[in-house]
């Protein structure tokens, strides 16, 4: 059984305040070149119940393809979320949210171009970056 849990974070000067639901604790990795470039490792995010974060601060956002926009915190540049703009959904930081507790890794995108050095342990699917390109790819005939 897993209850909804109300969770808040903040950004590493504390000028962003970060709140969502979660439902079902889990976190996330991605590995791809540009998350590898926005954080230096892999992105770590949480499954949120989408639709609930709410950010209060100096919040920008920089559109990194056509599909998904990053956001940071204008003050201290802290990595906030990736989201997809079509249907706004976001994706946050995990490392804004230190106090979190029992929130397994249940995923790794791009497993494969992880940086040297870097290997999640635990149980989890690892999709290699043909098979995560694969998974969010139009399907032909559909209009992006
Ligand atoms: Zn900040």
């Known amino acids: 059984m897993n209850a909804s849990q ?4 903040q950004c590493l000067c ?8 979660m439902s079902k604790p889990m976190m996330r990795a991605c590995h791809c070149d540009m998350c590898q470039q926005h954080t230096s ?8 119940d989408q639709g609930s974060l709410t950010l209060d601060g100096p919040v ?3 559109r990194s393809s056509e599909w998904a926009e990053r956001g940071f915190c204008g003050t201290c ?3 906030l979320f990736y989201g997809t703009v079509e249907d706004g959904n976001r994706h946050p930081s995990a490392g804004l949210f230190q106090t979190l507790e029992d929130t397994p890794l249940k995923l790794e995108f ?3 171009d992880a940086l ?6 635990g149980e989890h699917r690892k999709m290699t970056a043909q098979e ?13």
């Open 110 to 112: 791009f497993a494969d």
């Open 132 to 144: 995560t390109i694969a998974l969010f790819a139009p399907k032909e005939g559909e209009d992006q």
């Open 116 to 121: 040297c050095g870097i290997a999640l342990v």
């Open 41 to 48: 490792s892999m992105f770590m995010s949480l499954g949120i």
């Open 77 to 79: 540049g802290s990595t």
């Open 60 to 62: 920008k956002t920089y």
């Open 6 to 9: 109300n969770i808040e974070g």
């Open 14 to 21: 504390g000028a962003v305040t970060a709140r969502a639901v």
